[in-house]
Each structure stands twice: as structure tokens, then as C-alpha cells.
């Protein structure tokens, strides 16, 4: 699977939208890009995934740049519950497993 | 809600002792995975089920730790003489078959601390 890197942590102020950054530059072409979190305490939660083509659903809009080299995992109106630790992952589809790294912590801040 | 549930949510136990944690994937999920998490770190990968098959098992799969999945629906996975450096959150995740294989939804987790 190929690396992710993404900054450590960023502040959001609450009601506005959450832009989170990811590069993954050594993506090969059958690899898709994932986006989960984890909220404190809790097991991590699938939020979108995209191959090369921008996505949207109700929790957040996935938007993969035309080289596909980096993309930004978007919460449109971020709230207090969105406070989690959001991790970028590159794998191809299947059962495989899933290769966390150490994600963003996105704190949202009223 | 029937999401995937973990049994127990926390566990403390003595250096030495065994322990075994079950996991109830979603119902129609045939996939079912075992990650463990520390503090500060992502979750990492140990073993993956196909139904009742056990299909892939990470390094850090020692031979302390065995995983089963009997009749292809709950899990459990146990640790032999427990030791400090397993103290972690130990996470079960399932996933669907043909459709959406690739949507991985995680229970709560069980928390085990090792004396």
C-alpha cells in the first residue's frame, strides 16, 4: 500500500467547513484513497472513499487531485462531534487489510 | 442498532494470565478482522477472517495469540501468558461480501491492561 503523510493535527472553528489534507504520491493506479476517523474512545469510523473522480455523501466530500498525488477529505460544516483523529488511507479494494498511519487530529473549537 | 460488538469493553489482568475477547460482527458480514491500537498510534492489522477461514495473520500474530472464527460468525481471539507490551485496545471490524467489500466497520473495542 502506498504511504500517506499527513499534517499531525489542525483547529476548525466550529460551523465552518474542515479542509484536511493528505499526500500520497507514490499512489499507483488501482489504489483507492480511504478516509476514516476515531473519536476518543471509540473504533474507527468509514468515511468516504474515491478512486480518481471527486466524491460527496452525507458526512463529507472527497476531492483527489487529477494526478491523484494528494487529495482533501472536506466536512462541510464542522461541529464539536467532529473532534476525532482522521486517518488517510491508500490501498487498493478487496478484504484486504487496512494500513493506519497516525492521522490528524482535528480539534473543532467553539 | 446492530453494529459490531466487543466482549469485554475493558479487561485487566496479571502478567502471566489468559485472556479471550469476543467479537460479534454485523450480521450479514462474512469478513470479519482483528486490529489492536496503543496509545498514540493507528490501529494495526493482526488477522482477517473469510467466514470461518483464517486468511491472513500479521507478524505481530505471536505464537501467544490465537483467533478463531468457528461457525463463520463471532469471533474470539485469546492471549497466552499475558504480558505488559500487550496492553493495548484490541479492535474487530467486519465488512460485507461482494458489495462493499471495501467499508470496514469497526466495534467499540476491548481495553486490556496488563499488571
Known amino acids: 500500500d502506498a504511504k500517506t503523510t499527513q499534517p499531525t493535527s489542525m483547529d476548525c472553528a466550529e460551523g465552518r467547513a474542515a479542509n484536511l489534507p493528505c499526500n500520497h504520491s507514490?499512489?499507483?493506479?488501482?489504489?483507492?484513497v480511504y478516509w476514516y476517523r476515531q473519536i476518543h474512545s471509540q473504533g474507527p469510523q468509514y468515511i468516504i472513499h474515491?478512486?480518481?473522480n471527486n466524491e460527496t455523501n452525507e458526512m463529507a466530500s472527497l476531492i483527489i487531485t487529477e494526478d491523484r498525488k494528494s487529495s482533501t477529505l472536506i466536512l462541510p460544516h464542522a461541529t464539536l462531534r467532529d473532534t476525532a483523529v482522521y486517518y488517510c488511507?491508500?490501498?487498493?479494494?478487496?478484504?484486504?487489510?487496512?494500513?493506519f498511519g497516525t492521522g490528524t487530529k482535528l480539534q473543532v473549537i467553539p | 442498532d446492530t453494529g459490531v460488538s466487543q466482549d469485554p469493553r475493558h479487561k485487566i489482568t496479571k502478567r502471566g494470565q489468559n485472556v479471550t475477547f469476543r467479537c460479534d460482527p454485523i450480521?450479514?458480514?462474512?469478513?470479519l478482522y482483528w486490529y489492536r491500537q496503543t496509545l498514540g498510534q493507528g490501529p494495526e492489522f493482526l488477522t482477517y477472517?473469510?467466514?470461518?477461514?483464517?486468511?491472513?495473520k500479521s507478524r505481530l500474530l505471536s505464537d501467544r495469540f490465537s483467533a478463531e472464527r468457528p461457525k463463520g460468525s463471532f469471533s474470539t481471539l485469546e492471549i497466552q501468558r499475558t504480558e505488559q507490551g500487550d496492553s493495548a485496545m484490541y479492535l474487530c471490524?467486519?465488512?460485507?461480501?461482494?458489495?462493499?467489500?471495501?467499508?470496514?466497520?469497526f466495534g467499540p473495542g476491548t481495553r486490556l491492561t496488563v499488571t
Open positions: 450480521s450479514e458480514h462474512n469478513r
Open positions: 488511507i491508500v490501498r487498493t479494494g478487496g478484504y484486504q487489510k487496512v494500513t
Open positions: 471490524a467486519s465488512s460485507p461480501g461482494a458489495v462493499r467489500i471495501y467499508e470496514q466497520y
Open positions: 477472517f473469510q467466514n470461518e477461514a483464517q486468511l491472513e
Open positions: 507514490t499512489i499507483s493506479g488501482n489504489e483507492y
Open positions: 474515491g478512486l480518481k
